[in-house]
């Protein structure tokens, strides 16, 4: 056949497209969880055999533009707009440079890519544009939805329209779009439109660096009492976050406990003020000796944290996915979590922790309280949470399950464009219409 409608042993090449989270960042700060999705799969897909560039917006003058992540994984930091901190709602205008760099470094490094995956909207923006000029595949990740994000909020931001805009596009002009909940699937249908492609795939996270720590080794590291009842509280400071609630409920805890506040990135505003009001909230119900602001912690150190904890809370008034709540079921710790988003998926009442309604502080203090009362039975529930995430959300299998969308997509890519330039070859055009 002239036309081979597979190139073989050809190492796919895919485009992650992240301007927003450069993976090699520091974890913990705005959208943390989309850093660790697009670091882990970069690596994972190169573990694979692909080749990835990972592309994000330099955000200072000093930064590397290429950094080899791992063999076959690279993340490429291209210049659009100023080379600083830019807020997420303020990037959108800088996109159309970021499309410009991606073209010239296209053209410079000669790399063909087979695919582009997208990650939140100011990526579909990007995968978008390129897509059209391209005609290869697009996948995109919402990672949050506008729409959902902003019901909540008495002044939504000038975006939001534009945001709007691009995520209907995203939803139905893509090949495929990835949720990572099924209620994120609802509110697209719901919210956006019934039309387009959308596949449920969660976040996946690194089970062995997360559960490999017992409880005795991590208070010993972090120089916490065996005796100690404690809270734990990770994420970052932003009134969605939820931790007004769980200072309301820790003041009404009839017995002694340490609560344990880590995240709260230094460098954001937004993030210092809201810290400021926990203080401040902290100081008002007279907690001080009882909550640590432990301030960001490295993902590094971060498995020590949740080894330590007697439970680890989520009380989000609204959570897309959650991934704090996978890190501490790896680790053996049950979580106490709002019934909401994502975490209505991955946390099982009763089994590897509770659900409770958001914003309900005397809720959550009673489900606080039989932890307390009942050591054995939520002990059962954090191995059960170990053994629940190594099932279902282990990294590799996570990421082989988006390679193969990925492969199918490219597949069908190849025939039709094989169909196209050879007049509907009649065994192709059987083989195309399997694919879907
Ligand atoms: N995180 C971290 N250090 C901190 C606080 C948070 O590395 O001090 C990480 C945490 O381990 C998780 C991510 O930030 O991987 C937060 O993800 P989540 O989905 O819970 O919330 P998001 O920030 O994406 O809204």
Redesign the pocket.
Known sequence: MGNSIVAPNRRPSYALIAVDSDPTA???????????YVRELGLGLARRGCQVDIFTRREHPEQEEIVENSPGCRTIRLTAGPAKFIPRDELFEHLPAFVDAWWLFQLRSGRNYTLIHSNYWLSGWVGLRLKSHLGIPQVHTY??VGVVKYQSMAKPPAIAVTRHLVETACLTSTDCAISTSPQEVADLRQLISDRGRVRVIP?A?NTSHFGSIARTVAREHLKIATDEKLILY???F?R??GIETLIKACATLTKPFRLYL????RTSEEECQERQRIQDLVTELGLEDATVF??????TE?PFYYAAANVCV?P?DY???????L?AMAAGTPVIASIVG?LKYTVIHRETGMLIPPNEPTALAAAITEVFDDPWQWEAYGQAGRQWVRDNFSAAEIVAEIHSLYQSLTLAESVQSACDTQKLNPSLKLVSRFIE
Do not use: T
């Open positions: 520091e974890i913990g700060k705005v959208g943390g969880s989309q850093n660790v990672h949050s976040y996270i990770v994420g970052r932003d969605r976050k880590v995240g709260g990135d432990v301030g960001q912690v490295a993902q971060l989520i989000s959570e897309p996915f959650g991934l704090v709540a890190e994502g």
